[in-house]
């Protein structure tokens, strides 16, 4: 048991997800080029560890990334060096995405501070869709959806230092660059199947991508009206990391030849929410 006046580091992460099984925990120098001064991998299965370093102000990091090779720790001497590492889709899961945070800690013998693990991913929700083309030529017909994906989906970020979260690759630049998902281990992050007819009674998909945040991400419904190819490419509003958008869609025109060409005025009404990612639970680390 730590002696009765130690304060915890309490670090939380999101209670839909499962706890990650390892956290991995950087202490640097705050000054100069920040030289790392400790680093160690907690189990978040026990229920407390210890986090140890030397006295002074220090910048604690916590890192929760499975797919990383543990062998690149090694390179790790400055904060600098951590802020290269990167967070990738071909690593990331719906269910259990890549969770990063950092805190300063004030000098003393024990510190206390909360530390909030959180994903750098944005969620896309297709809450409900529906068609109606009434004063159109083709009123009374609908849409047939085949697919949906996303376009200059952030592939990979950095999510620390400067402008963390920024992605710096993408996916679909503008079309499906469907040889380049299928390599993920989970396309459904970007890529899913279609909806089918899609009419004037509203449905309820409730279908969820997921991406990098960054300019210019859409979300294309690709189909057909009266057989001819057309595209729904959905303009999102700023995305962020640990944001959920919540979309509600009402397509009243025919789509466009192409998915990176945007539709006529008046095609598609949106209705956009952000909404919080989910709430969090707590895991105690005594420092």
């Not at 009765?4 to 309490?10: F, K, L």
């Not at 199947?193 to 997921?210: A, H, M």
Request: hydrophobic letters at 35%; charged letters at 15%; a negative charge.
């Amino acid at each position: 048991m730590p002696p009765a006046q130690e304060e915890p580091i309490v670090i939380a992460w999101g209670s839909k997800s499962p706890a990650p099984e390892t956290v991995h925990l950087f202490f640097f120098d705050t000054l100069g080029s920040q030289l790392l001064d400790a680093y160690q991998q907690v189990n978040t299965i026990e229920l407390s560890s210890y986090g140890l370093s030397r006295s002074g102000v220090k910048r604690l990091v916590a890192l929760s990334d499975p797919g990383a090779e543990t062998s690149s720790w090694s390179r790790i001497r400055t904060y600098g060096d951590l802020c290269k590492h990167s967070f990738s889709l071909e690593r990331e899961s719906a269910l259990s995405p890549l969770l990063c945070g950092e805190v300063l800690l004030e000098d003393g013998a024990s510190r206390r501070a909360q530390l909030y693990l959180h994903p750098f991913l944005s969620a896309v929700r297709l809450r409900s869709v529906s068609c109606d083309f009434s004063g159109m030529p083709y009123a009374g017909s609908s849409f047939f959806c085949t697919r949906l994906f996303l376009t200059y989906a952030g592939a990979e970020c950095l999510p620390l230092g400067t402008g963390g979260g920024q992605p710096v690759s993408w996916l679909n630049p503008g079309y499906l660059d469907s040889a380049a998902v299928s390599r993920l281990p989970e396309p459904g992050l970007v890529w899913q199947e279609g909806l089918g007819e899609v009419g004037r009674s509203r449905l309820y998909p409730g279908r969820t991508f997921y991406c990098y945040p960054g300019a210019d991400t859409h979300l294309v419904l690709e189909g057909s009206v009266n057989g001819i190819l057309c595209y729904y490419p959905i303009p999102l509003p700023d995305l962020a990391p640990n944001t959920c958008v919540q979309l509600d869609v009402s397509l009243c025109r025919m789509g466009s030849p192409d998915p990176d060409t945007p539709t006529v005025g008046g095609a598609i009404v949106l209705e956009a929410k952000v909404l919080p990612w989910e709430e969090r639970e707590s895991y105690t680390v005594t420092y």
